[in-house]
Each structure stands twice: as structure tokens, then as C-alpha cells.
């Protein structure tokens, strides 16, 4: 069965700091990877996705980056964190076509 | 217009109660479609698949109007532990799956 891990779960970081956040996902080859953030009391984002390995499509402008330097890790990363990168970041797979994604239990990041 | 557009929330209801959620999505090219649930401070997880023809999973029915480009959950004999964020989720192309801001459903007894 497929499997994704993301970490660590809680993280607080000060202001200006980098960060970089994995996922790995298991049981699978070639799942199409995402990221995702969600605000306090907000829906979910969507970041980046990837279809592929070095194939990273960026949705917002921000402060943050995407690598998927394998193909079932996904990294998030950032060189300098600002007070409103705080938020609940969730990594997540799907195979691809019009099939749904699963998610991993998510970072709580606070930038202080 | 945002892709995925939800109902407001929040929903209160009594236990037993029938309610509705709607969502409606503006890419009609958009090729599947999800309703998630996600409970507080969790990660969200799929509650069913929508198709064209509608289909309903114990309490919970769900149906899609392409024409309307219109989404819906509803969720009979509503139980405490229904209590959760509904999302509503479109694959819009090439495997872009973009959510609702979520209706937020509270059952009372």
C-alpha cells in the first residue's frame, strides 16, 4: 500500500530564517507530488505540483521554492522566512489523471 | 473569480437534520471531481468521488451538473461526528487539483 510521510510536524522558526521541509511518498512511482498551505481558519492553497522529476509548477508568487530531486521526494524551501509563511503545510500525492490526491499529517509552521 | 468557489459556512445543525453544501467551479475543462473532510488541526481526507451520473455512500450523496458547472454534498440524518470542514475539490488540468475555502458544518445534538 502507498504510504506518505511528512516532517517534522510542528516547527518554529524566527523571522529570516531558511526552512525546508520534506516528503517522501512510498508504495508508488511516478505520483504526481504537491504542496499546499492553509492559513488559520482558511482553505488549502495550492503551492507547487510536480509530474514529474525537475518538473515543478509554481501557482503563487512567494517566498518559497520547490525540488523534487527524486521521484517520490518532494522538498519545500525557503532562504528567508517571513511572519506570513505561519501556516499548516500539506504535502500530497495522487497517480496522476483525474485521480485523487492523499495527504500527509502536515507541518505547523511558526514564524516568530 | 476563484477557481472553486464554496458555500459560506458555518452550518448548524441538530442531529437527524439533512443539509446541503454547494460548490461551484469555473474551468469547464475541469475533469474530476472530490468532496474531503477535514477535521480541526488534521490533514484533510477524501470523503467520495463525484461523477456525472451521481453517487451516494451510506448517508452521504453527492451530484455534479456539468452544465451549471455546480458541485453538491448532501448528508442525511447528520450525526456529531459529522462535525468537520467540508472540501470541495476540481482536478482542472493536467492533475491541478484546487480546493474550496471549505464549509464548516457543526452538529448539535
Known amino acids: 500500500s502507498q504510504t506518505i510521510h511528512q516532517w517534522p510536524a510542528t516547527l518554529v522558526q524566527p523571522v529570516g530564517s531558511p526552512l525546508s521541509l520534506e516528503c517522501t511518498v512510498e508504495?508508488?512511482?511516478?505520483?504526481?507530488l504537491y504542496w499546499y498551505r492553509q492559513a488559520a481558519g482558511r482553505g488549502l492553497q495550492l503551492l507547487f505540483y510536480s509530474v514529474g522529476i525537475g518538473q515543478i509548477s509554481s501557482e503563487v508568487p512567494q517566498n518559497l521554492s520547490a525540488s523534487r530531486p527524486q521521484d517520490r521526494q518532494f522538498i519545500l524551501s525557503s532562504k528567508k522566512l517571513l511572519l506570513s509563511d505561519s501556516g499548516f503545510y500539506l504535502c500530497?500525492?495522487?497517480?496522476?489523471?483525474?485521480?485523487?490526491?492523499?495527504f500527509g499529517q502536515g507541518t505547523r509552521l511558526t514564524v516568530v | 473569480r476563484k477557481e472553486v468557489e464554496q458555500d459560506p459556512g458555518p452550518f448548524n445543525v441538530p442531529e437527524g437534520a439533512t443539509v446541503a453544501f454547494n460548490c461551484t467551479y469555473s474551468n469547464s475543462a475541469s475533469q474530476s471531481f472530490f468532496w474531503y473532510r477535514q477535521d480541526c488541526r488534521k490533514e484533510p481526507k477524501l470523503l467520495m468521488s463525484?461523477?456525472?451520473s451521481g453517487n451516494e455512500d451510506g448517508r452521504f450523496t453527492a451530484q455534479l451538473n456539468r452544465a451549471s458547472q455546480y458541485i453538491s454534498l448532501l448528508i442525511r440524518d447528520s450525526k456529531l461526528s459529522d462535525s468537520a470542514t467540508y472540501l470541495c475539490?476540481?482536478?482542472?488540468?493536467?492533475?491541478?487539483?484546487?480546493f474550496g475555502q471549505g464549509t464548516e458544518l457543526s452538529v448539535k445534538p
Open positions: 508504495g508508488t512511482s511516478n505520483p504526481n
Open positions: 463525484v461523477y456525472s
Open positions: 500530497a500525492w495522487s497517480r496522476g489523471g483525474n485521480t485523487e490526491a492523499f
Open positions: 475539490v476540481v482536478n482542472s488540468w493536467g492533475g491541478k487539483l484546487i
